[in-house]
């Protein structure tokens, strides 16, 4: 017998393609529009990049002494760039419990060939953070995207540190409280807490790691997307929005009307709030099925925003089709574990998501285990 459908309420994407709330009759203002199709190096097009670079600076709460550069290749494209103009200077520490992290450590041992030390967790789990030696640069991702585990603070980052501290913190910005004193190097994507459209990346460096970049220059070539410095001196155009290569203006609109969203929300606090509430409405349904659990077992450690389940006895193939059954009914998209994660499932529980559309994801699980088991 199968059990009955639930009523239909389709949960949000995994990741949504813009903010999910725009309000009744939106349209852009004439700025926006006047700006699309012209050159992002017009007087408009620069300006509309400095706009965005402020909102960002404004939501994050980000401080002064921090810069704020647009940059290709999502995130991944930030962080190869942060690797590669500035490690080399210092041992290198790198932290991995996730594939990501793995990621990290495979650039920095195979392509720039610098032996790093390497700390890691399984899926789950968080390394030990007081094992890292801090007079190394240390690379680590804050919220593990495809494990569920996150650094719960900056606690374990101490002030007087020697090296930099590189943090991938794609889907942990706007989500979490971060601690920008213990921050030299931060990166992240517009498409993941804010739900914007993918292709460029965010670097944010603080003022240590603009001193690395003016006093050392690596031994391998730079190719021309990564190069940060001109004459010994940081680029400063690429924080003022003249950007090292075209962006498309249509993201960056994207962008601005996903910061001007979350600013209505109340800034940060509100995005937290939002994310926090859907976190909870997840942890209930798990906690109401014993068939169900948390990836990561511990709580100060569990993501907020990408939440990785274990389904009892499931293999890959099992979740495949669970996962496949839910898309044909539209009532979830792409809430299969990540390729390189044990099977399970990775719920988005970022600001863009409507809690109502995590709490009516509940039957429609219980719908696809019962149905699949039988």
């Not at 709460?61 to 647009?70: A, E």
């Amino acid at each position: 017998m199968t059990a009955s459908l639930p009523a239909r309420k389709p949960a949000r994407p995994f990741f949504s393609s813009g903010p999910c709330a725009k309000p009744p009759g939106y349209s852009p203002d004439k700025l926006a529009t006047e700006c699309l199709g012209r050159s992002h190096r017009a007087k408009i097009g620069k300006s509309r990049l400095q706009y965005c670079i402020d909102l960002m600076r404004e939501v994050l709460q980000l401080p002064d002494t921090h810069r704020i550069g647009i940059v290709p290749g999502s995130d991944t494209g930030a962080f190869e760039m942060a690797m590669w103009t500035m490690l080399g200077a210092k041992p290198v520490t790198a932290l991995a419990w996730e594939s990501f992290g793995e990621g990290w450590v495979t650039d920095i041992a195979k392509q720039l060939k610098l032996d790093p030390t390497v700390i890691r967790a399984d899926y789950g789990a968080l390394p030990d953070l007081a094992q890292v030696d801090w007079s190394d640069d240390v690379l680590f991702t804050w919220n593990g995207t495809t494990s569920g585990v996150r650094v719960p603070n900056a606690d374990w980052i101490p002030a007087d540190r020697e090296g930099l501290s590189f943090a991938d913190a794609t889907s942990a910005v706007f989500a979490y409280d971060i601690d920008w004193a213990k921050i030299d190097v931060a990166t992240f994507s517009w498409q993941k807490v804010l739900g914007g459209e993918g292709g460029h990346g965010v670097l944010i460096l603080g003022p240590r790691a603009v001193e690395r970049l003016e006093t050392y220059t690596p031994a391998w070539p730079l190719p021309k997307v990564f190069r940060l410095v001109s004459k010994g001196k940081l680029a400063e155009g690429v924080f003022k929005g003249e950007t090292i290569n075209t962006p498309s203006m249509l993201a960056v609109e994207d962008a601005i009307f996903a910061l001007e969203w979350a600013r209505g929300l109340g800034g940060l606090e509100g995005l937290k709030a939002r994310s926090d509430a859907n976190a909870a409405a997840l942890e209930k349904i798990v906690a109401e099925r014993d068939w169900l659990s948390n990836l990561a077992a511990d709580p100060a450690s569990r993501s907020r925003t990408s939440v990785c389940l274990s389904v009892a006895g499931a293999d890959e193939a099992f979740i495949k089709a669970f996962a496949g059954a839910l898309e044909k009914e539209g009532a979830a998209y792409d809430i299969a574990g990540y390729r390189d994660a044990p099977p399970g499932l990775r719920i988005w529980c970022g600001a863009t998501v409507e809690t109502a559309d995590i709490e009516a994801l509940g039957p429609w699980l219980d719908w696809a285990y019962e149905t699949l088991k039988q």
